[in-house]
């Protein structure tokens, strides 16, 4: 079923905001999406009715507030195809999720020598975790190198992993270029190697529908702020027994099972690592999120940005002056394009268009190292989301309008 | 809906995309005296600045960089207005300059070119890509207070 915009638009407060005099135009929904009315009521409605702590109480308010915590594990790890909620830890977003997987299990597995392989087109989220774990331990870190097109080489990607691999760990979705990974395949290497495979979701359990038991990976991480849930909130799955195989990440109250003085013992599954007290209410709410993308079907939230996707690629390239950076064939790319303007800087495309109520991002998108393989120091990004209208591509090429002739002052008269 | 069109021929004056299209003193010295170089990690604007300083008068500057048109124009007006006077002249400039965005002040004619940025005030995000150039001149010049201190 088609996604009906005007009517899901009511869902969202802030959509109907003005921003300098105009209706707010939101494109910069990889970095962060708007939260639905649902989601917000979840919120209000667990502090003014349940709070409590959860799983140290046998009051009503701690087993309703247990229950409501702990079922989301259960949404969560059906939203991405996993079998089990026993696999689920909550964390406060993808970084600390990756970084999880570095201290958890990295520490213990990894000696000087073994080799850990990357792609240039990572965010600073799925490289710095592992160069701090390269420096503890002695592993060396390998990075594939992506081709004109803005996809991952996989004939030498294929090269960098061999028998001395004991991590790859790779981006389902481009932040900056769009580009979806082949998972699946990248799986079948980092298997026949012997090496886990970690997979950024935090751009494609937003955007597609995800199955981790399809896609072959060891672990999956993805934040709830991306996919219309609050901040605060980031998921990790781990295959079956894999959880019980890492260490602790942070030690204190709820990961243990008994504390003796000279030593403790850890309680079983995802709660050895969701140490102190969680952020109950965000998990809540975040679980209204997943309803409401659950509802919509994440196959008609993909064909919805798959439409807008080739719509703004198609207008911002018509427009002249403009490049399009990563895949331009809707079915191999999401919905977050990055593009240059000649001549214009991001950060003044940002500044003008922003006038016309548009946001957009500039910047390096906490990915340098592809920011350098595209030599350029910055990129413009608009992000779509399913929320998302073509009028509102139209504002956004209106704007870039302006910023192509105040910018052109200059040029067109010394050209003359 | 009557809605006021945004105006940006007065953000972007075009003296200002003169000195972003054509920056002055751009390239490197062969033996400067006094570098610094800064960068504003939230957008990546980056300026690298040489100097020579022959007694307290700064004889020649150069700069290389990238980033938006406010932080490269900045820097290449910069560099114009200040290059051939002394230290103490560079530091009152910096301070009007400073006056003029931080605090909206009237533009100062000592201010020459500069005072084109003026409207950088209205766009608090952008203020710090306008004195990024003025950050890197200062580390250049305190460095050069701090060896002054060591040296006999």
């Given at each position: 079923m088609t996604i009906d915009t005007a009517r899901l638009r009511e869902d969202f407060p802030i959509l109907s905001r003005e921003v300098n005099g105009r209706a707010l135009v939101y494109l910069d929904n990889a970095a962060t999406t708007q939260k639905p009315r649902a989601v917000i009521d979840a919120l209000t409605h667990y502090y003014e009715t349940q709070n409590a702590n959860i799983h140290r109480g046998i009051h009503t308010l701690a087993v309703e507030a247990t229950e409501a915590y702990e079922g989301v594990r259960a949404k969560a790890a059906r939203h991405i195809g996993a079998r089990n909620a026993e696999d689920i830890v909550f964390t406060r977003n993808t970084t600390e999720s990756i970084n999880l997987v570095a201290r958890a299990w990295g520490d213990a597995k990894l000696r000087e020598g073994d080799e850990i392989v990357l792609t240039l087109m990572e965010h600073h989220s799925n490289i710095v975790p592992w160069q701090l774990l390269a420096a503890r331990t002695g592993a060396q870190l390998r990075y594939a190198d992506i081709d004109a097109a803005g996809q991952l080489d996989l004939d030498e990607l294929r090269s960098l992993i061999g028998e001395r691999t004991k991590l790859v760990s790779v981006t389902h979705m481009s932040n900056v270029l769009g580009t979806i990974n082949p998972i699946a395949e990248i799986a079948e290497m980092a298997r026949e190697a012997g090496a886990l495979l970690l997979v950024d979701g935090a751009q494609s359990a937003p955007h597609l529908p995800v199955d981790v038991e399809a896609l072959g990976c060891d672990v999956f991480a993805f934040s709830a702020h991306k996919m219309l849930g609050p901040t605060g909130v980031g998921v990790l799955w781990a295959r079956a027994g894999l959880l019980a195989e890492m260490e602790p990440f942070l030690g204190g109250g709820e990961m243990i099972s008994i504390v003796k003085p000279e030593g403790s013992t850890w309680a079983e599954g995802p709660h050895k690592f969701e140490a102190g007290t969680p952020n109950i209410a965000d998990v809540i709410a975040f679980g209204a999120a997943l309803d409401y993308l659950d509802a919509l079907g994440m196959a008609d939230v993909r064909e919805h940005e798959k439409r807008i996707t080739a719509y703004a690629i198609e207008a911002l390239e018509g427009s002249g002056g403009i490049t399009v950076h990563g895949p331009h064939d809707v079915e191999v790319r999401g919905g977050a394009v990055s593009f240059e303007v000649d001549g214009v800087h991001p950060h003044d495309i940002s500044t003008i268009v922003d006038a016309y109520g548009v946001a957009i991002r500039a910047g390096h998108h906490c990915a340098q190292l592809l920011m350098r393989h595209l030599s350029v120091p910055a990129t413009n990004r608009a992000s779509f989301y399913l929320?998302?209208?073509?009028r509102e591509v139209d504002a956004l090429i209106e704007a870039l309008d302006e910023a192509k002739r105040v910018f052109g002052r200059v040029e067109s008269r010394t050209a003359v | 809906m009557s809605r006021a069109e945004p105006q940006f021929d007065e953000l972007y004056r075009e003296v200002i995309l003169d000195h972003y299209r054509r920056p002055r003193n751009a390239g490197a010295l062969e033996a400067p005296t006094h570098q610094a170089e800064g960068a504003n990690p939230v957008c990546g604007d980056e300026i690298e600045l040489d100097v020579t300083v022959e007694g307290d008068v700064i004889c020649e500057m150069a700069f290389r960089g990238q980033g938006c048109s406010i932080s490269q124009s900045s820097a290449s007006m910069m560099t114009e207005r200040i290059c051939g006077g002394t230290i103490g002249e560079a530091r009152k400039i910096m301070q009007l300059f400073e006056a003029q965005l931080v605090d909206a002040a009237e533009p100062d004619p000592e201010l020459g070119d500069l005072e084109a940025l003026q409207g950088v005030a209205q766009f608090p995000v952008r203020v710090k890509c306008a004195l990024l150039c003025w950050k890197v001149l200062r580390e250049a010049l305190n460095i050069d207070e701090r060896e002054a201190t060591t040296t006999p």
């Open positions: 929320y998302n209208e073509e | -």
